[in-house]
């Protein structure tokens, strides 16, 4: 079944311990990005990649970090979290960039304490 | 900055009634603008994209329509159902100074009621 898969979909962690969240699609899609969704802010970007090794900042990108070594994988790393980072995450993919639809991960809520 | 507003934010509509949800956005440089519906708890699923050079896109009961120029679209579903409760987003993917960034409106949440 062709999807965007996040993990974990529920994480709980305290302030400056770092972790990864981890985005993986089996589609061979070339474009790949991240989002954090807020109340009242709807959804913003955080970081996008065109292809493999290429990367670039979106909306909100301070706290974060991206890699894009394969094709198909995608994580995004918090170094050092912050309480103002507990958010709704959302992965997304498409074939394409600019020409394709994207298609979405099912979310990761992200508790810091 | 892009800017993207929707309008209404809430709609509550009784079942079989026809609908329109608007997106307005700042810069007319873009590539696309795609509408999504957000189930609550879940992920976005994409419903229609159209292209920068495109005027519609139709799939079923709905229509997306887009006016480049005048930086809006319209998603008008038809013959609404309970089934299509749920928050519809607008996103335009930007073509200018900030190439490949994707800004979202808000969203209206749409409820359908039997």
């Known amino acids: 079944e062709a999807q965007v898969t996040q993990n974990p979909r529920y994480l709980i962690t305290v302030t400056g311990k770092k972790l990864t969240v981890t985005c993986s699609q089996n589609?061979?899609?070339?474009?790949m990005s991240w989002y954090r969704q807020d109340p009242g802010l709807g959804l913003r970007q955080i970081y996008y990649?065109?292809?493999?090794?290429?990367?670039d900042k979106g909306d909100v990108p301070e706290g974060y970090k991206v890699s894009r070594k394969e094709k198909r994988n995608f994580p995004l790393i918090l170094e050092s979290p912050s309480p103002n980072q507990t958010s709704l995450y959302f992965c997304a993919s498409s074939l394409q960039g600019s020409y394709s639809p994207l298609h979405f991960g099912n979310g990761t809520r992200l508790t810091v304490t | 900055k892009q800017e993207v507003t929707q309008i209404p934010a809430a709609l509550s509509v009784p079942e079989g009634e026809n609908l329109v949800l608007n997106c307005s956005f700042t810069d007319s440089a873009i590539y696309n603008l795609q509408w999504f519906r957000q189930d609550p708890g879940k992920g976005l699923t994409s419903l229609l994209l159209?292209?920068?050079?495109?005027r519609e896109q139709t799939s079923g009961r709905l229509n997306a329509s887009l006016d480049k120029s005048s930086g809006r679209s319209t998603l008008y579903i038809a013959a609404s159902q309970p089934g299509d409760s749920a928050t519809y987003l607008c996103?335009?993917?930007?073509?200018?100074?900030?190439?490949?960034?994707?800004?979202f409106g808000k969203g209206t949440l749409l409820t359908v009621n039997p």
């Open positions: 990649s065109m292809n493999v090794e290429v990367t």
């Open positions: 589609m061979n899609h070339e474009y």
């Open positions: 996103a335009v993917f930007n073509s200018g100074g900030s190439n490949y960034k994707l800004t």
């Open positions: 159209i292209q920068s050079s495109q």
